[in-house]
């Protein structure tokens, strides 16, 4: 080597600072991903061609995190409107519990759901794109079939994937993540990654609008290996399969009103914990506010992870969670201290990106696996890695979320959106599982009440909520405001690992549309803007 350094190292303090720009932005987790959604602005297209470009590169330049298999959600702001797509897979029709009352299983076919995002980009393109929909595949099938050079976050993902499948190497279901994704090891960091078999499949997509996967070649493909290897995804779940066209929802807080997409969904959590700390002092980041923070989040994801389902199954109107009812009772209940959370009565893996254009048009989109290469299941030459949503249904027959066919699970991956007085701001979003509420609530909270730029409001120390009374902080949060909440009661543990606390990316647009764009230090992302 002409220079030897360690690309993991940074001895020294630095911060990245907000972009801005007027033609277009793309914000994601990899540079080269934000690339590809640039380029379709260059060309011509919109912030929808722009968004579906990143996604599909995302599932070449970030695998671990998402794939052809994944699962996909959307908040558009387009022409002035304000849409939500659902594009997340229903449990296949043989779906079956292990055994009775036994948890489903985190690997393997059990936890397979049908693979809602290539649907959902032929979707979004048919009533958004402009350019042809093979233009937005260009750059992922280069980067699978030329390679591209390995980044230090993805290296330790791969690494940390590796060893988590390492076990299941034997199983003829496994076969093909380590013959695809693994073919000559785990890949070091700086070093060429070909994902072949994964850039034939985008070809065969991009020829057939996706549907290949759906009713065509690809869907016989995977009916024929889930029957060989023993799983239950069947062609005619497949072919059954259609993203949904959803309502937004909302609350304002503080005049602003914050976006989420309805259950299955769990942005309800955020509107939940947003309505309860409404009625709270929330003027400075002290240590009363963030105690306030944590309960309101507590007590609204106990909820949620309780009774949020597939919205033909709750028995609960979204109505009621969003209500002053509900949260002027929680709202009550925090007190000085820690409480141990328990759900209230009942009243009746993951990439994120956002988007922008000259004209106005923002896109917030999401994308995951579920759990890093998902279920483990990799259609072996084809490179399609199989989510592991359902491990979200509920094995209890009581929980309006229990496993059942054609359902969809309790799904953790959201997009946000925020707007004034009618005046869209622009998409946020922090990916990674269920610390995805707490970091919306997060960088909504540095936001709107700490007035942070959107780079610092992502740089902050975060916390999260594990259960009880636990709360694991960064090793940059405050020591002072550590020991006040341990006076409160809270557990807390400091956490070195900075992947578990969210990686967010953020577009705000002013009145005279200049963009301001910023990407979470957590990652390997980039703001690229023109």
């Known amino acids: 080597m002409l220079l030897q350094f360690d690309p993991s190292s940074y001895p020294f303090a630095s911060r990245r600072e907000v972009l801005f720009s007027r033609g277009g932005m793309v914000c994601t987790s990899q540079a080269l991903a934000a690339q ?24 070449v ?21 304000v849409y939500g797509l659902n594009g997340s897979g229903f449990a296949p029709s043989a779906i079956q519990l292990p055994s009775p009352d036994s948890p489903i299983p985190l690997f393997g076919w059990h936890p397979v759901m049908v693979p809602g995002a290539p649907a959902a980009w032929a979707m979004l393109h048919k009533h958004f794109g402009s350019l042809p929909f093979k233009t937005l595949f260009t750059p992922a099938i280069e980067y699978a079939a030329e390679g591209y050079a390995v980044m230090p976050t993805l290296a330790q993902l791969l690494a940390d994937e590796y060893k988590k499948y390492e076990p299941y190497r034997d199983n003829p279901a496994f ?15 700086g070093s060429v990654l070909k994902l072949p078999e994964l850039g034939r499949t985008l070809s065969l997509l991009a020829k057939t609008s996706c549907r290949s996967l759906y009713t065509g070649d690809l869907a016989d493909v995977v009916h024929t290996f889930s029957v060989k290897t023993g799983g239950f995804l069947r062609k005619k779940d497949l072919a059954a399969y259609c993203p949904e066209w959803v309502e937004p929802i909302r609350t304002t807080y503080k005049g602003y009103d914050v976006w989420e997409l309805p259950p299955n969904g769990q942005g309800l959590v955020v509107l939940m914990a947003l309505n309860i700390l409404a009625g709270l002092p929330a003027d400075t980041c002290n240590a009363e506010t963030l105690h306030n923070q944590i309960e309101a989040l507590k007590l609204a994801f106990t909820d949620g992870k309780r009774y949020i389902a597939d919205r033909n199954f709750m028995k609960t109107s979204v109505a009621y969670w969003l209500s002053e009812k509900y949260a002027a009772v929680r709202r ?25 254009d000259k004209d106005g048009n923002m896109v917030s989109l999401i994308q995951s696996n579920y759990d890093g290469f998902g279920s483990g299941v990799v259609i072996p030459d084809y490179g399609i890695a199989l989510n592991n949503r359902g491990h979200n249904f509920s094995s209890d027959p009581g929980n309006d979320n229990f496993i059942g066919p054609r359902k969809r699970s309790y799904h953790t991956i959201i997009p946000g959106f925020l707007s004034k007085g009618g005046i869209p701001i622009g998409p946020f979003g922090v990916m990674g599982a269920f610390m995805q509420p707490q970091g919306h609530l ?17 740089d902050a120390p975060r916390w999260q909520w594990t259960g009880g009374k636990n709360i694991e902080v960064e090793t940059a949060f405050p020591k ?24 967010g990316q953020i577009i705000w647009r002013n009145e005279e549309g200049i963009l301001t764009g910023a990407t979470d230090p957590r990652a390997d992302g980039t703001v690229a803007a023109w």
């Open 442 to 458: 997060q960088v909504l909270t540095n936001t709107i009440d700490f007035h942070l730029n959107p780079q610092a409001a992502l």
């Open 36 to 59: 590809a959604g640039l380029s379709m602005l260059k060309k011509g297209g919109n912030a929808v061609d722009a968004a579906l470009a990143t996604a599909i590169a995302l599932t």
């Open 332 to 356: 009550k209940q925090i007190g000085p201290t820690a409480l141990e959370p328990m759900p209230t009565v009942d009243c009746g893996g993951t990439v994120y990106l956002c988007s922008a």
């Open 61 to 81: 330049l970030e695998p671990t995190s998402n794939g052809i298999g994944s699962d996909l959600f959307a908040i558009i702001h387009m022409s002035g409107n």
């Open 480 to 503: 002072d405001l550590i020991e006040k909440l341990r006076r409160r009661g809270h557990r807390i543990t400091i956490n070195s690992q900075t992947p578990s606390f969210g990686r």
């Open 175 to 189: 076969f093909g993540l380590f013959s695809v994704f693994y073919k000559n090891g785990v890949p070091p960091v």
